[in-house]
């Protein structure tokens, strides 16, 4: 997966690959929306900055 191009991923498949039972205070699923608008608005990897952001 190119990390300088968007996924391609819908919404709702951001919202799935971002749900786990370790975050337990969702702080990725319910931010979704977020890292799907990042590739919109900046044409860049958004599942790349969600990883970023976890560490």
Known sequence: ??????SGLTLEQFKNILSDSKDTNKIFEN???YFYYIEKQYNINGV?????RNT
């Not at 997966?1 to 968007?6: D, F, G, R, T």
């Not at 790349?48 to 970023?52: P, R, S």
Request: glycine fraction near 0%; charge should be neutral; proline fraction near 7%.
């Open 1 to 6: 997966m190119a990390l300088n191009k968007p």
């Open 31 to 33: 931010n979704a929306e």
């Open 48 to 52: 790349f900055v969600a990883a970023i």
